[in-house]
């Protein structure tokens, strides 16, 4: 009877991808995905099966957290990008992205709530009208007739 030989993998092991969903909780499918995109780059072993460094762990929990502050796909590329050779961000890095984060957000914050106070005059409204609407068009002209509509949804463009 042919035995197979079990051995316990080693912090210097590469991960397989299965391995790798495990360890962040990410789907396999988002990791393939994540490849697609440039944002990890597994090598392959004699067999074809990607192989992962460890330090795609960290790789991984950066591009999820910066998903959750808004950066797209393409974003995060970029930032793993600017990295010296492609390297995984270490904890400076991550500080110093994350500053940066923090001031796009705050520009956001700024925009929705400018946004948040236009909306008051679409509220009640329903005039959708392209010419006066405050949150289509915040520099309305028409905005000294007075709130409300001025024209229909059947406005003709300038
Ligand atoms: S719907 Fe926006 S002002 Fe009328």
Redesign the pocket.
Known sequence: MHSEKVTSPTAADPLSIGQLAERTGVAVSAIRFYEDKGLVQPTRNTGGQRRFKRADVRRISFILIAQKLGLSIREIGDALTSLPDRRTPTQSDWARISASLKDRLDQQIDALTQMRG?LD??IG?????LK?????NPRDRLAGLG???HFGVTDPPD
């Open positions: 236009r005059s679409c409204c329903g005039c959708l009208s006066a609407c405050q949150l289509y709130a409300g509509p």
